[in-house]
Structure formats: C-alpha cells, structure tokens
C-alpha cells in the first residue's frame, strides 16, 4: 500500500471516506503536516521527503511544479490530479485501487488523473 497526502484544498469528504473504507490506510493532510499555506512547490518538495504520493485538485499550478520537478531529476513520488466533476464515491472508489494495490515508488515522477479511465 502506498503513502499518500491530502493538498490543503483537497476535498475533505473524499479523505473521510477513504479512511471509512480503509482506516489503515497512511493518509496526511498538508494542514495536519503543518504546511497550511504553503506554496504548490514546499507541499511538492515535503511530499518528496516522506515519499507521500500527493493528492490534489489543483490542475493549474501543481502539474507544473511536479513536470519541473522531474526534469530537474528531483523526487517526485507522484501526484493524482482529482477533477472535482468526479463524484464523491467514484473518487473514494479509485482512489482506494490506487492506494491499495500500488507499491511504493510505482508512481514515482507521474501526474495522473481521476476519473481512471
């Protein structure tokens, strides 16, 4: 099962019901790190350290700071770019497959997003 971390604007119901479904599963959200506020590129770098696969909503800036990241030959363990036009259940859904049945490193320097397809 792979690590995960939760962006500031993460939908927060998504992250209960992850934990509904899995309470076992490593979920931290960048409030509960302490990097309330922090910029897409510290969140990006702090995920790296933990080696935390980020979850996120922010399609605009967080793909390019993550793409930088790679090219720049930093780690980047990986972020899922959540649409927020993906229901609630499908995103738990989806997001419970990826935790559940990834290895650590598997996603390693990849944005993906939801809804799989």
């Known amino acids: ?3 995960l971390a939760a962006d500031e604007n993460f939908n927060h119901d998504i992250i ?12 931290v959200s960048v409030q509960d790190a ?3 506020g922090a910029d897409d590129a510290t969140v990006l770098e702090w ?3 933990e080696g935390r696969v980020l979850l996120t909503h922010d399609v ?14 930093k ?8 649409s927020r036009k993906v229901p609630i ?4 859904e989806d997001l419970l497959l990826i935790a559940e049945c990834s ?3 598997e996603w390693e320097g990849q944005v993906r997003y939801l809804p799989l397809r």
Do not use: H, K, W
């Open 103 to 105: 290895q650590e490193g």
């Open 34 to 36: 302490g990097l309330s």
């Open 1 to 3: 099962m792979i690590r």
């Open 47 to 49: 995920a790296a350290r």
């Open 60 to 73: 605009s800036t967080m793909t390019r700071y993550a793409r930088e990241r790679v090219r720049a030959g």
């Open 89 to 92: 259940g499908q995103a738990i």
């Open 75 to 82: 780690p980047m363990p990986g972020v899922f770019e959540v």
């Open 16 to 27: 209960r019901g992850l934990l509904r479904r899995n309470p076992y599963l490593d979920i």
